[in-house]
C-alpha cells in the first residue's frame, strides 16, 4: 500500500517495486509527466539521504525516485554476497526505470548509489539521459589506483575490514558509525533527527550484513572487464576535496574517460559535499538535468 508524507512542501508518496526480482521500496516525488532521475544514495544510507536533490528536482518539474537500494531501509535483503553483484545492482536500476513506464532517466549516484550509476551508464547507456556522479570515481580509475598507489590504498583500509565475516557487522554500526559520519563531513551537515533515523535502519534484521555485502561482492565477485569503458552519455562529476576516504587525484582521469562531461569541485566540502552544500548541488543538479 502506498503512503505519502510531505517534505518542505513537497508530496512524496512511499510505494514498493519489483525489479530484478526483489521488492524495493521507493520513494517518488514530482509531476507524474516529468523526466525521470533516479536517484541513487550510498553507503551507510538509505533514500532519505538523497531527499535534498530529490526536494530541489521534484520542484523544478521532474519526476523523481529514491529506492532503498537492496540491503538498504525497507527494501528487500538477499542472503548471500552472490546478491550484492554490480550487475544486479544495475539491473535493479534498469527494472524500476521499466517499472514507472520509461525508457531513459537521467540517473545521479553519491558513493556506491554512484558505483552503480556508473555502471549502468557504461552497460545500458541507452536507458540513460544524463548521468551525475558525487564524489566517487570511474570504476577503471578506481580499480588501477586501488592496485598502484599506496595512498589510496590506506584510504581504503576499511574494504580489506569488510572482508572480515560477521565482525564487520557486529562492530562498525550504531554510535560508532554516527561518529564516523560527523568526523568526515562538515560540521552540522548530518542533524541528530537523521542520523536517529540511520540508526533505526542499521537495526532492521539482516541490514547490517547486508549493507558490508556489497563491499564483500566488491572483492570477491568481480564483474568482467568492460570492453567500451568510456561513458558515452552527458555527466556531470561533483565532487568535494575534503573527501577523507578518495583521493581528489582519480577525479580528472575519470573525467577523461567520459566523452561529454563537467566537472565541478566544492573545496570545502566533504565526501558527503549533498549534505554539506544541500542548496548549492541541488540547484547544480536542476541546471546540468534541465540543458
Partial sequence: MATTEVIDGVEVEHRDILTNGVRLHCALA??????LVVLLHGFPEYWRGMVNP???LARAGF?????????????????????YRVEELAADIIGIISALGYDRTHVVGHDWGAAVAWWVALTDPERVRR?????????????KTLRSDRHQQRKSWYIGAFQ???LPERLAFGNRMARVLR??????????????SLQQEWRRPGAATSMVNWYRASVRRRPDRLADKRVHVPTLIIW?????????AMLQPSAALCDDVRVEVF????????????????ELLVTFLSD
Fill in 30 to 35: 514530482g509531476p507524474v509527466d516529468g523526466d
Fill in 54 to 56: 530529490l526536494v530541489a
Fill in 63 to 83: 519526476r523523481v525516485v529514491a529506492p532503498d537500494q537492496r540491503g538498504y531501509g525497507l527494501s528487500e535483503k538477499p542472503d548471500g554476497i552472490d546478491a
Fill in 131 to 143: 548521468l551525475v556522479i558525487v564524489n566517487v570515481p570511474h570504476p577503471s580509475v578506481f580499480a
Fill in 164 to 166: 572480515v565475516p560477521w
Fill in 183 to 196: 568526523r568526515t563531513s562538515t560540521p552540522g551537515a548530518f542533524s541528530d533527527e537523521y542520523v536517529a
Fill in 240 to 248: 568535494g576535496r575534503q573527501d577523507l576516504a578518495l583521493s581528489e
Fill in 267 to 282: 573545496p570545502d566540502a566533504t565526501h558527503w559535499v549533498l549534505h554539506d552544500e544541500p542548496e548549492r548541488t541541488g
